[in-house]
């Protein structure tokens, strides 16, 4: 489970400001703009399907979601590693707490990463 919580924190905090670095911020971005974004900073792939469910559309999501895991049991886990499930994935942590979140207000970011 480790490997897939650091996995689910990588894409929480980092791979949505890139995406809104490349892309602009938009509430779902396409698969192709999350594989390739993926590829290009290393990050594991191996649970690419919760980038889909926190970053792409439902169908994209659904389609791309194993036979074996629920996007209820995936929502669940983004929970318990963020913190704020995923609308707080899909709107950063600062959308929920109502404070300044220290990244000078770039949509999605929240500044922290956790240890890894």
């Known amino acids: 489970m480790f490997g897939k919580k650091s996995t689910i924190r990588k894409y929480k905090y980092k791979l949505r400001p890139a995406l809104a670095k490349r892309y602009g911020g938009s509430a779902t971005y ?3 703009q999350v594989d390739k974004t993926i590829d290009e900073m290393g990050f594991d792939k191996r649970h690419i399907h919760y980038a889909y469910l926190m970053y792409c559309d439902v169908a994209t999501s659904k389609a791309n979601t194993p036979d074996n895991e629920s996007t209820e049991s995936m929502s669940n886990t983004i929970t318990s ?7 707080g994935a899909l709107f950063g942590s600062s959308y929920y707490s109502g404070g300044d979140d220290g990244t000078g207000g770039d949509f ?4 922290g990463g956790g240890g890894e």
């Open 81 to 87: 590693v963020s913190g704020i499930g995923i609308f």
């Open 108 to 111: 999605g970011g929240d500044g």
């Open 30 to 32: 396409t698969k192709g």
